[in-house]
T-cell receptor, first 115, second 115 residues
Framework: DAGVIQSPRHEVTEMGQEVTLRCKPISGHNSLFWYRQTMMRGLELLIYFNNNVPIDDSGMPEDRFSAKMPNASFSTLKIQPSEPRDSAVYFC?????????????FGDGTRLSIL | AQTVTQSQPEMSVQEAETVTLSCTYDTSESDYYLFWYKQPPSRQMILVIRQEAYKQQNATENRFSVNFQKAAKSFSLKISDSQLGDAAMYFCAYRSMDSNYQLIWGAGTKLIIKP
């Protein structure tokens, strides 16, 4: 079975540029999460979708960050304009929203470097 | 608010030996779920094992087992017969029964396997 698929795996760009990260959740999963991981702050939940609807975006750092889920099989996280402090590994995860015992399944992450 | 503490930033073990990673948490809830995730150098977050607080029996998955002490709010992970492929960051996570999505993460423990 295909797991959570993220692209690109690595992204290097200059500050001020727009960055778009992509995620395809596991088929049949109706919850999707975007996380950011840094050495200083660990894993931070940025946003959570349930049935394609954003439920909690309180972790989104600022207006430069936006996330969409136009359908059950695709989500994007966009940063515009990007800044060097946005450099991190960004993970997408999905799960079944049947209850809190359902584990989150993670993609391989996108390592983002903003120069 | 719940918190998760992993007090060992780094642990090392000889190949084929047994190692225990500690995790403690703080909560006022009586029912919840606990998870251990592994993050190897490849970056992907992989679910290792999960425990439901209302179950007294400790969860086991092959060489991985937990020592769940509910009264002490402790959830340690034991890895038996350590293998080189076990080298990774290990994260402990808590999920409330009231939430079907929010995971509270520990800071992680880096496990080094000595050949």
């Amino acid at each position: 079975d295909a797991g959570v698929i993220q692209s690109p795996r690595h992204e290097v760009t200059e500050m001020g540029q727009e960055v778009t990260l992509r995620c395809k959740p596991i088929s049949g999963h109706n919850s999707l999460f975007w996380y950011r991981q840094t050495m200083m702050r660990g894993l931070e939940l940025l946003i959570y979708f349930n049935n394609n609807v954003p439920i909690d975006d309180s972790g989104m750092p600022e207006d430069r960050f936006s996330a969409k889920m136009p359908n059950a099989s695709f989500s994007t996280l966009k940063i515009q304009p990007s800044e060097p402090r946005d450099s991190a590994v960004y993970f997408c995860a999905s799960s079944l929203a049947r209850g809190p015992n359902q584990p989150q399944h993670f993609g391989d992450g996108t390592r983002l470097s903003i120069l | 608010a719940q918190t998760v503490t992993q007090s060992q930033p780094e642990m090392s073990v000889q190949e084929a030996e047994t190692v225990t990673l500690s995790c403690t948490y703080d909560t006022s809830e009586s029912d919840y779920y606990l998870f251990w995730y592994k993050q190897p150098p490849s970056r992907q977050m992989i679910l290792v094992i999960r425990q439901e607080a209302y179950k007294q029996q400790n969860a086991t998955e092959n060489r991985f087992s937990v020592n769940f002490q509910k009264a002490a709010k402790s959830f340690s992970l034991k890895i038996s017969d350590s293998q080189l492929g076990d080298a990774a960051m290990y994260f402990c996570a808590y999920r409330s029964m009231d939430s079907n999505y929010q995971l509270i993460w520990g800071a992680g423990t880096k496990l080094i396997i000595k050949p």
